[in-house]
């Protein structure tokens, strides 16, 4: 795998190094030695699918606050999206910044999404699907969230939401969030 950092704190591209053949390829896509050497958590629990119908499928901005908080690896297995990791982290030096990355089932590129931060996507093709790899186990009442629009962050989305649950539609913008990680 090669990690590739981003501008936040803690959060990695990660490309599969890709071994071809004649058959096509084979690739490592975990592997809890390489996250330790990178300072990342290994920690692996749970394994989570999101299947979206519809391009223009808006999920997020989720995150577990403590005494559960959560590491994700995020990938695009089928479509594409658009995937956002917002710094929700108080002490960080890239507190209340954001990236945009899109992860593709075609590029197989990956997100490693640290404690202590929002992640929420944008689907940019019908039928999209993406699979998740958690370090925690869910608890719903840890579960939080952040508004996808909240002028804090000034997301910038790189095409029009069509889809949105009423959860994330109303989450409290950031300023008025009681509780953070």
């Not at 690896?73 to 890239?94: E, F, H, M």
Request: charged share 25%; aromatic share 12%.
């Amino acid at each position: 795998m090669n990690f590739h950092d981003t501008k936040l704190a803690g959060v990695f591209e990660i490309h599969l190094d890709a071994k071809p053949d004649e058959r096509g390829f084979f690739a490592r896509s975990w592997c809890q030695e390489e996250f330790e050497e990178h300072g990342l958590n290994p920690k692996l629990v749970q394994c989570n699918v999101s299947f979206n119908t519809r391009k223009g499928t808006l999920r997020g901005m989720h995150y577990q606050a403590a005494p559960y908080p959560e590491a994700k690896l995020v990938r695009c297995t089928r479509g594409a999206i658009y995937d956002v990791v917002v710094d929700l982290r108080p002490n960080s030096p890239t507190f209340k910044q954001w990236i945009g990355a899109e992860l593709t089932g075609t590029e197989r590129n990956m997100l490693y999404i640290p404690e202590g931060c929002g992640h929420g996507f944008l689907t940019l093709k019908d039928e999209t699907e993406v699979f998740y790899q958690m370090s925690e186990f869910y608890h719903p009442e840890s579960a939080r969230g952040v508004r996808w629009d909240d002028p804090a962050f000034q997301i910038v989305w790189p095409a029009e939401v069509h889809v949105i649950s009423d959860r994330d539609r109303t989450y409290p913008n950031f300023e008025e969030a009681h509780c953070l990680c």
